[in-house]
């Protein structure tokens, strides 16, 4: 008689594994998609959310890139006893002579100037709109651009002739540049020749009308001294003049000048917007825990429905411990297909919305792997408990109770 | 009868077997049963419902433990092991035969009867060579792609008892295999283990059917939890001397 030996009980392969881990959901198609799309909206949320926000911050920044960040503004603050000041008339002059500065334009706000359709228009309804004095580079130092028309030439900066920001023209109710086209200015007709894309960098040009500097001078009682400077500098310089501007600008009082980087301020804002997503995310998350009920309850009927099965199978040889990776690595298996399916989708409508706004598509890795993995996380926790039951059925309750 | 003894290896040996169910009161299923089966045997064990014949099966199969006594498969002490190394027992010792068949409708055949290896730790591609053998053994060969729900009913217990064989285990223990088949069917499945046993594969069937259990070389009767009786037919016998492995004299058999 041979020596009573026995061989040890076998660790399934991968294969094995996943073929009988996969019985599940391919005798059950319906029941198991049904499952799994709990934890996909949940996961499909998740993903599209971080995903938008990352495309829009990226578009954001991308624009804020072609825009340029060499930007600098210097505006009049306030002096040490609060009183409003301005700056010299110098001011863009000294500033010009700053060595890295490549480009300075200036604006001059006529604050008591209002601007009119037509002079029947009551006088309260100034539509939130100002009129500024603008140098003849503004343009191009705020990288914008005329949509129609032209803007001011050095002929037409001395004559009654105005270009409307974006917003402006639109709360005017003018569409487009008609010959003899004309707003009621400062009391009098100014002859409409442009309209101005809006310019990310300076949003107040968008609700100004601008004039030339000799128009406003002449026809508006401008006294000539600029509210706003814009400066672009050399893009390696930009902390050096920023750091210079104010005292250049106004020697006398440099603190009572501002200085700011518009670009700045827009990269703050692209930052900003992530906290609306904690909300949505906070949705995902709880269709990401219904979706784990779901996937826990589907597998505790699945491990009662296949008693047999489990019978079957301790009778052919596996050990409790065959039993429960095989409900285990089910459960992991529903919650990871539903997880896919979920990123896809993310994924999907991220690249649906990023290309209808123009951005540039990103889903972070955080948001894929993410989803991923909590999908397998979830899946794992759900599929415990009837990982356990199934174990821990008697081989002969399992097969003899049908 | 001393020189078949000392010839034939035990494969299964039962002593003193108790099996008491802790409800209330105590259900005594088995009391003292005591048996042996040798390499080669085909046998059945019969009685009514009740008479603790399936209780006796699940113990045989190691499936359950007996409260007292002892059972050894191929000479190891079953209430020596841990539940993992019983269920390596099974994995590659004994071959189960159930009344329902219990196949998976969504695989083939092939990967049915492959599945008799699954835990027994071998290759897909070495399960489903093996299973190919099986399913000769049971002249299904031709089938192996086929589901079970394309087969009748004798076809489907034909690969169960092919998934039994696949791992050529010590015994074959089958559950009321003619059970849910008509008695034609019936018929083809013991003819078919009448053919395992000339081959010289261990089989040990159980039934409550008095005229199943005629037809075996040995049967054990079961009452009440007790064996009444327990005969080998003299004509069987003949062939068990004659050749414990394999069947010399097929003529002779009844």
């Known amino acids: 008689m041979t020596a009573p030996e026995i061989a040890l009980p076998r660790r399934l392969r991968l294969s094995d594994l996943g073929r009988i881990a996969s019985v599940g959901l391919r005798t059950r198609k319906l029941r198991a998609a049904l499952s799994a799309l709990g934890i996909a909206i949940g996961v499909a949320a998740i993903v599209a959310v971080l995903g938008l926000s990352s495309s829009s911050s990226a578009g954001l920044l991308a624009e804020i890139d072609k825009l340029g960040t060499n930007l600098l503004t210097v505006t009049p603050g306030q002096s040490l006893l609060g009183q409003a000041v301005q700056l010299p008339i110098a001011a863009p002059g000294m500033i010009a002579r700053i060595g890295p500065v490549t480009q300075v334009e200036e604006t001059g706000s006529l604050t008591k100037v209002n601007v009119y359709r037509s002079p029947l228009i009551p006088a309260d309804e100034t539509n939130a709109l100002a009129v500024q004095a603008a140098s003849l580079g503004l343009l191009s130092a705020l990288r914008t651009s005329v949509a129609q028309g032209r803007y001011l030439s050095a002929a037409a900066a001395g004559e009654p002739v105005a270009v409307l920001g974006a917003a402006a023209a639109q709360r005017l109710g003018i569409d487009g540049i008609f010959s003899g086209e004309r707003i009621w200015l400062g009391n009098q007709w100014f002859y409409v020749v442009g309209i101005l894309n809006p310019a990310p960098l300076a949003p107040i040009i968008d609700n100004s009308v601008l004039v030339g500097f000799p128009a406003a001078e002449r026809y508006l009682g401008f006294g000539g001294h600029a509210t706003t400077v814009y400066v672009r500098t050399q893009t390696d310089q930009v902390d050096a003049v920023h750091g210079v501007l104010a005292a250049t600008a106004s020697p006398e009082d440099p603190g009572g000048v501002d200085v700011s980087q518009p670009s700045a301020a827009l990269v703050a804002q692209a930052d900003a917007q992530d906290a609306f997503n904690n909300l949505f995310l906070g949705l995902g998350a709880v269709a990401l825990l219904v979706g784990a009920v779901g996937v826990a309850n589907i597998m505790i009927i699945s491990v009662l429905e296949r008693r047999s099965e489990i019978g079957l199978r301790r009778a052919l040889g596996a050990t409790r411990g065959h039993i429960r990776i095989q409900f285990l690595a089910e459960a992991i298996l529903l919650a990871l297909l539903g997880g896919a399916v979920g990123v896809g989708l993310g994924v999907l409508s991220t690249a649906v919305y990023a290309s209808a706004k123009g951005w540039a598509i990103a889903v972070p890795t955080v948001a894929w792997a993410g989803g991923l993995g909590s999908a397998i996380l979830i899946g794992a926790v759900a599929g415990l408990l009837p990982a356990l039951r199934a174990a821990r059925m008697s081989p002969t309750e399992a097969l003899w109770s049908v | ?254």
Request: cysteine-free; aromatic content about 4%.
């Open chain 2, 1 to 254: 009868m001393t020189t078949l003894q000392i010839s034939t290896q035990p494969v299964l040996e039962v002593d003193a077997v108790t099996k008491t169910y802790p409800s209330q009161p105590p259900i005594q299923a088995l009391n003292g049963i005591s048996f042996t089966i040798t390499k080669g045997e085909l046998v059945a064990i019969v009685g009514p419902s009740g008479s603790g014949k399936t209780t006796l099966l699940h113990i045989m199969g190691t499936l359950d433990l007996p409260s007292t006594g002892t059972v050894r498969l191929t000479g190891l002490d079953v209430a020596a092991l841990a539940d993992r190394d019983l269920a390596a027992l099974r994995a590659t010792r004994i071959g189960f035969v159930f009344q329902q068949f219990f196949l998976a409708e969504h695989q083939s055949l092939l990967d049915n009867v492959g599945d008799g290896l699954l835990y027994a730790g071998f290759s897909q591609a070495k399960r489903r060579e093996q299973a190919r053998e099986a399913l000769r053994l049971v002249g299904l060969a031709s089938r192996a792609t086929a589901r079970p729900t394309q087969l009748s009913g004798g076809q489907r217990q034909r690969v169960a008892i092919a998934r039994a064989l696949v791992g050529q285990p010590a015994i074959v223990l089958a559950d009321e295999p003619t059970g849910n088949l008509d008695s034609t069917t019936g018929q083809s499945i013991l003819a078919l283990f009448d053919e395992l046993h000339d081959r010289g594969v261990t089989i040990v069937i159980i039934t409550h059917d008095q005229h199943v259990a005629e037809r075996m070389p040995r049967q054990i009767a079961m009452l009440d939890g007790h064996i009444v009786a327990d005969t080998i037919r003299a004509s069987s016998l003949r062939d068990q001397v004659s050749s414990p492995g394999q069947a010399l004299l097929p003529g002779t058999r009844p």
